[in-house]
């Protein structure tokens, strides 16, 4: 799928017939136009979102998701799924909190160590599926009940300790630090920066074979691809961006027993939302990052309208349907 | 094909466990549809016009406050608010096991499912430990339901079938759907202590409980009645609807602010997370000025600090809990703020309480514990006493005596 619209020959009837298709392919322009149509509708009900300061306040709090969300495509594009990514952001914020209680100077060992600890996660999850071949529904899903658990019986149900405030730097200040003036998150910066890596990643061999794996994994195979290699580095890539979400996500709020509950659904669904196929084999990173800007924004506009925090999960449930409809219309037309 | 197979099958199981995740007991069947109004029309189904809000508790509670509590005023645990004495001699020295000791104790619990039950969990084992030591308790059997209502009924059916509990112990999930498996276990003949959360019934030798929740939120409201100028605005932030003790925690601040000059500009549910917290508390910044922040509880109160701090706001008056990391940062920021008590250290009761009604002596039917707030001027007391205890400690939990202390609590 492409981003640009290709305007080179017709009419400008048929450019306009072109446009009309792209909005509706349920791919990334669908999702692009819903983004828009979201932050519109919330400029109007709340004029003061548009200001300078209330945007870098939503990027601040979008970032994680975003980072997120670019993680589960890696694994959803290659025709797998990672649910294992919200019990993964819990858990590593629970350990950074519990073994630096504080203590400026464990900041970046502690930090060392939550890449290594994710990492493995990773590698597990994708040599678990790609060499026992556990479906990674099955494997995610138990790692998800493993680490939730796990960490339970590691802190005695609640967590402890304390983020030193080195840590928190990333996902709660910008620059210039001011507190209430005009910032740019660090978070932001985070997120972009991944955001280019992942566009790079994707146009490499490495991206463009993932997304075939995806696609096909026999024939991908037959044409010289190492097909449970590729899917393990996609996992490694999730868990590896997961734990980059749970420094920024720590960073922003701190430490509480519910960190990191229901991020891999807002994380699938921000990915399916953007137009990639769930199966695999198609959709951009572009599209998963507007995916993950349109949930985000989304949720805004239901804090604005007043609409309950307990219809929340239902509507979410329903976005995650409609946009699978979606992307399945417009494979059988 | 595969991958649409893989599709409906993960659109399944994402509705499956979307729509499991919102189906507990609640015994509300419609969800709150105006929150953010409570300010102008009071909303059927929470706050002071709701079934939750019952006039004759919420005047008894308020009136408890003022109460002096029967019992030692060093061991608060042990203390009762105008007690109705039951006698228990039938349960004395019956069941093979003799008065000598070496009684099975055993206690279905809940969940530990955050820090204000893993904390008071500590505070118990620790007490059972003293009592195992002087030989007054052999066993100590636990079921831990991980906030599962069926969980926890056959839990307690598996107490009642093995026989050989001495008492049982239980602090219930929720309040209707646990009563009757609570009184399947009275009709079993055993003593049964019921603590914290309510059943609806009255089969229990004591329910052991802290003044409440109308005290609780009562105490809040009117402490930002008082510390605010007329026409201030205040943020309500609750965990999650539903529950008895968090409803009326709001029905009592309902009522209070709809009484008082102040203007309620919102009241959201939070689920206690953190981050959630923060992003609600700066988008209401960025719509206009909030001057006081409720909560029915001090879960995540940090988060909501930090998003004045990071708005550039002034710090806003603030109603938060006994947990240590709410103290402090109201320490380190000199914020005008109250830590609400809902009395940690009740988790010693029911242990105590067991000892009491095998000893043949009088317990309280309802054992209703004092409940006090934490003020500005007990707040350097409680943190010079909790300096060692980690972030998400509660500084009333009531184990400084306990031979374990502070290891016990610091190293959790």
């Known amino acids: 799928m492409t981003l640009t619209a290709d305007t080179s020959r017709g009419t400008a009837r048929g450019t306009a017939r072109r446009w009309r298709e792209q909005l509706l392919s349920g791919g990334s322009w669908t999702v692009l136009a819903l983004l828009v149509l979201v932050l519109a509708v919330i400029v109007v009900i709340n004029p003061s979102f548009a200001e300078p300061v209330s945007l870098m306040a939503f990027a601040k709090k979008a970032a994680p998701l975003v980072v997120l969300a670019i993680g589960q495509y890696f694994v959803i594009v290659s025709g797998e799924f990672d649910l294992s990514v919200g019990s993964l952001v819990g858990a590593q914020v629970v350990i950074a909190a519990r073994l630096m209680d504080g203590d400026e100077a464990l900041t970046w060992p502690v930090v060392g160590l939550m890449l290594v600890f994710g990492l493995l996660v990773g590698l597990v999850n994708g040599l678990v599926t790609t060499l026992l071949r556990v479906p990674s529904f099955i494997t995610t899903l138990g790692m998800m009940l493993v680490l939730f658990g796990a960490i339970r019986l590691w802190t005695g149900g609640a967590p402890t300790g304390a983020l030193s405030e080195s840590f928190r730097v990333l996902g709660r200040k910008g620059f210039p630090d001011v507190p209430g003036q005009f910032q740019v998150p660090y978070a932001l910066l985070v997120a972009l920066v991944v955001v280019g890596l992942a566009v790079l990643l994707m146009r490499r061999p490495f991206g463009r074979t993932l997304v075939a794996v995806g696609d096909n994994a026999v024939a991908a195979a037959y044409s010289g691809a190492s097909v449970w290699w590729l899917r393990t580095r996609a996992f490694l890539l999730s868990s590896f961006l997961a734990t980059v979400a749970a420094v920024l996500i720590g960073g922003f709020a701190g430490v509480t027993a519910q960190v990191g509950q229901g991020l891999e659904f807002m994380a699938i669904t921000a990915v399916v939302l953007g137009g990639v196929a769930l199966g695999g084999g198609r959709g951009t990173v572009v599209a998963a990052m507007v995916g993950a800007l349109t949930l985000e924004a989304l949720f805004t506009l239901f804090n604005q309208l007043a609409l309950p925090s307990t219809v929340r999960p239902a509507v979410q449930g329903v976005i995650l349907i409609v946009a699978v409809a979606y992307a399945a219309r417009r494979r059988r037309t | ?412």
Request: contains cysteine.
């Open chain 2, 1 to 412: 094909m595969r991958s649409t197979r893989a599709l409906l099958a993960s659109a399944a199981a994402g509705t499956l466990l979307l729509l499991t995740a919102c189906t507990t007991d609640t015994p509300t069947e419609e969800a709150p549809s105006t929150e953010t109004s409570a300010a102008q029309e009071a909303p059927a189904d929470s706050g002071a016009e709701s079934e939750w809000f019952v006039q004759a508790d919420y005047d008894r509670e308020l009136a408890q406050r003022d109460v002096e509590p029967e019992g030692p005023a060093d061991e608060p645990w042990l203390q009762a608010i105008e007690p109705e004495w039951v006698d228990t001699a039938d349960f004395a020295g019956e069941d093979g096991a003799g008065e000598s000791g070496d009684k099975t104790l055993c206690f279905s619990n809940a969940s530990v499912s955050n820090p204000w039950r893993v904390t008071g969990w500590i505070t118990m084992q620790q007490q059972v430990e003293v009592l195992q030591e002087e030989g007054v308790i052999g066993e100590f059997r636990v079921s831990d339901a991980a906030d599962d209502d069926n969980k926890q009924i056959s839990d307690i059916q598996a107490f009642v079938e093995a026989g050989d509990c001495d008492a049982i112990v239980i602090s219930p999930s929720t309040t209707a759907t646990l009563t009757p498996a609570v009184e399947a276990a009275c009709e079993s003949g055993k003593p049964v202590i019921v603590f914290d959360r309510g059943v609806n019934t009255d089969c229990m030798v004591t329910f052991i409980h802290p003044i409440g929740g109308y005290a609780y939120g009562a105490v809040g409201a009117e402490f930002l009645a008082e510390n605010l100028d007329p026409g201030s605005t205040v943020l309500a932030l609750r965990i999650l609807p539903g529950v008895d003790v968090l409803e009326h925690r709001w029905a009592a601040a309902d009522k209070i602010f709809s009484e008082s000059d102040l203007e309620v500009v919102g009241v959201e549910f939070t689920g206690g997370d953190g981050a959630k917290i923060k992003d609600l508390v700066t988008q209401y910044l960025q719509r206009g000025e909030v001057d006081g922040i409720w909560m029915d509880a001090g879960d995540g109160s940090v988060a909501a600090v930090e998003a004045f701090e990071d708005a550039g706001q002034p710090y806003p008056v603030f109603v938060g809990e006994d947990e240590m990391s709410f103290l402090r940062k109201w320490d380190e920021t000199g914020m005008t703020a109250i830590g609400n008590v809902y009395s940690n250290f009740q988790w010693r009761t029911p242990i105590l309480a067991a000892q009491k009604i095998w000893a043949g002596e009088e317990v309280p039917s309802e054992w209703v514990l004092p409940q006090a707030p934490v003020t500005d001027a007990d707040l350097a007391g409680f943190l010079e006493a909790n300096a060692d205890m980690p972030s998400l400690h509660y500084a009333k939990f009531g184990g400084e005596d306990l031979p374990g202390y502070p290891e016990a609590w610091t190293d959790r």
